[in-house]
């Protein structure tokens, strides 16, 4: 079975500059994450998506940030404009909704974004 | 706000040595606990969890942890390390009704 797969793995942007990150869930996952993670520091939930509802997005910065899942299966997290201070790994989990706050998340690779 | 507090940011032992990583979480109701750990090049992926029944839980890989309720801790152990335990750890808390909160993460190196 396919894992949780993203894309791309690597971008390098100037700030001011838009950019878009896709992520394609494990099959049958209903629940779709959004984390950013900076260097040195753990994952930090930026949007938790059951099936095309967004259903907490309360550390989503969004003067600048938006997400969708349209169909309830893949994903894109857009910054726009982004800013040196965007510059970390954006990782996209899913899990079954069956078990809700107990199910296992299971990760993608994560994109590596540097903003200049 | 929750929190999740993991006190050692590196760790370094010998192979064969006994590991205990700490995780404290700060939060007031039901919470669902788990440590996640990320080898080098790879995804994060899970180790262990526990949501409820016996506080000692096994994981893969010979690891367990002990969620300790008075103490709101989820600390993690290994009675004995590889090599190949050389990976980076993070706790993870996400409440009943609340959302996920990582710890900062545990880098773990193992000297052969």
């Known amino acids: 079975e396919a894992g949780v797969v993203q894309s791309p793995r690597y971008k390098i942007i100037e700030k001011k500059q838009p950019v878009a990150f896709w992520c394609n869930p494990i099959?049958?996952?209903?629940?779709l994450y959004w984390y950013r993670q900076n260097l040195g520091q753990g994952p930090e939930l930026l949007i938790r998506?059951?099936?095309?509802?967004?259903?907490?997005d309360s550390q989503l910065p969004k003067d600048r940030f938006s997400a969708e899942r349209l169909k309830g299966v893949d994903s894109t997290l857009k910054i726009q404009p982004a800013e040196l201070g965007d510059s970390a790994v954006y990782l996209c989990?899913?899990?079954?909704?069956?078990?809700?706050?107990?199910?296992?998340?299971?990760f993608g690779p994560g994109t590596r974004l540097l903003v200049l | 706000a929750q929190s999740v507090s993991q006190h050692n940011h590196h760790v370094i032992l010998s192979e064969a040595a006994s590991l205990e990583l700490g995780c404290n979480y700060s939060?007031?109701?039901?919470?669902?606990l788990f440590w996640y750990v990320q080898y080098p090049g790879q995804h994060l992926q899970l180790l262990l969890k526990?949501?409820?029944?016996?506080?000692l839980v096994k994981g893969i890989k010979g690891f367990e942890a002990e969620f300790i309720k008075s103490k709101f801790s989820f600390n993690l152990r290994k009675p004995s390390v590889q090599w190949s335990d050389t990976a980076e750890y993070f706790c993870?808390?996400?409440?009943?009704?609340?959302?996920?909160?990582f710890g900062d993460g545990t880098t773990l190196t193992v000297k052969p």
């Open positions: 989990a899913s899990s079954s909704a069956a078990g809700g706050p107990r199910e296992t998340q299971y």
């Open positions: 099959s049958g996952h209903n629940t």
């Open positions: 998506y059951e099936n095309e509802e967004a259903v907490d």
């Open positions: 939060y007031g109701g039901t919470v669902n």
């Open positions: 526990y949501f409820s029944g016996d506080p």
């Open positions: 993870a808390v996400i409440p009943n009704a609340g959302k996920s909160t």
